[in-house]
Each structure stands twice: as structure tokens, then as C-alpha cells.
């Protein structure tokens, strides 16, 4: 059974907003804003081909349901990271962290990599591995975790 009980989106909406809350409205900074949306997009590059390549599989998106798992999806940008959607989500608090500035606000995409890390990614691993054994392990050996 997964640790995490919290779904990762609402989970990175939280500390999103918890970062803002800390940092309070940032000033216009074209650069930073300009690396932002480039981190923003990239963030979508990730997330949108995964959501689409597990509703093409016809398996589950919900992190919470790790039980419901139709097929493991190898391809596309699977073939590049085992965790797309939450790369993109660690991409999406960077592009905020990036908007609000100063140093302290990077605490944010730190806590949320650690958090999916340890208490997300870990047992969606485990179970993926009893699912489907060796496949899932060649998959492990040949593909790295984040990107």
C-alpha cells in the first residue's frame, strides 16, 4: 500500500501556494519570468505526453490506485524517465520558484521531490515490480527515475 494519501497535484498546489503565501506577490523580472515560462513549458513537455500515453494504455493516472494498473507504459517520454508526470510537477514549483525569486524559495521544489521520492515514487516502484516482475525491472535498468 502507498504511504503518500495526499494526490501529488494537490499536494504540489499546496506548497505552490505555501510558497507564495511565504514570498508574498514578486516584482516584474523579465528574466526571471522569461526562465520561468521556459521551465513552464518544458514542465508541460513532460506532463502532457505522459497523461495522454497512460490514457492511450488505458490504465490509471491516479497515483493513490497503484491496484488498478492496466499495463506499464515503456515509450514516448517514458523512454526518457520513469516518472514524467512527476517530473513535470517538481518543473511546474520550479517555474514558481523561479517567478517569486530569493533563495529560501527553493525550499519548495526540494520538499516536494523529497516527499514524492521517499513516499510516492518508492512504493508506486515496489508494486510496479510485483505487478509485472521482470519486465518492470528491465524497464528499472534501461530508464533513470527523474530526469
Known sequence: MLQNRI??????????????????????APLRWTLAFVVFMTAGAFGIPALRAFRKAGTTIDPLRIDR???LVT????????????????????????????FWVW??????????????????????????GADYG???ARVRRWL
Open 75 to 102: 515509450t514516448g517520454v517514458y523512454g526518457r524517465t520513469r516518472n514524467p508526470m512527476y517530473d513535470s510537477l517538481v518543473l511546474l514549483v520550479s517555474s514558481w520558484a523561479l517567478v517569486l525569486g530569493g
Open 138 to 140: 528491465a524497464y528499472r
Open 7 to 28: 494526490p501529488p497535484p494537490i499536494l504540489t498546489m499546496a506548497l505552490a501556494l505555501v510558497m507564495g503565501l511565504a514570498t508574498g506577490w514578486p516584482e516584474p
Open 107 to 132: 525550499a519548495g521544489p526540494l520538499a516536494l521531490v523529497l516527499w514524492l521520492d521517499r513516499l510516492q515514487i518508492r512504493p508506486e516502484e515496489a508494486a510496479m515490480a510485483t505487478r509485472f
Open 69 to 71: 494498473v492496466a499495463s
